[in-house]
Nanobody
Framework: QVPLEESGGGSVQSGGSLTLSCATS????????MGWYRQVPPLAPEGVAV???????RYADTVKGRFTLTQDVGKYTRYLQMNTLKPEDSAIYYC????????????????????RGQGTQVTVSS
């Protein structure tokens, strides 16, 4: 089992910012593909952003230019900085991780990852 400890989220007005964090084990941090996906039940989940073991980040087109995935190596923690939030960004956000070759570390691929956090609610009001 790979630990994933999420924090952050909350409510904000349109145009505001929020930051999510996700802490994991040293091994997963250094070797796995990791990122976030979001879901508004009962709709299908959507991959948001991922980072591979080499530090390359990929974003879904819907968040590109607004969201930034960063990391703190010493804390084995990744962060999703979400700026210029829109009401359509409202969802439950899940941190997830699994082993994937770097070329297969893609936002759409995160939906099949074996390990995920408990999820955190993000609500953006208009």
């Amino acid at each position: 089992q790979v630990p994933l400890e999420e924090s952050g989220g909350g409510s904000v007005q349109s145009g505001g910012s929020l930051t999510l964090s996700c802490a994991t084990s040293e091994y997963a941090y250094n070797n796995y593909c990791m990122g976030w996906y979001r879901q508004v039940p009962p709709l299908a989940p959507e991959g948001v952003a991922v980072i591979d073991s080499r530090g390359r980040v990929r974003y879904a087109d819907t968040v590109k230019g607004r969201f930034t995935l960063t990391q703190d190596v010493g804390k084995y923690t990744r962060y999703l900085q979400m700026n210029t939030l829109k009401p359509e960004d409202s969802a439950i956000y899940y941190c997830a991780t699994d082993y994937r070759p770097t070329v297969e570390c893609l936002p759409e691929g995160i939906l099949s990852f074996a390990y995920r956090g408990q999820g955190t609610q993000v609500t953006v009001s208009s």
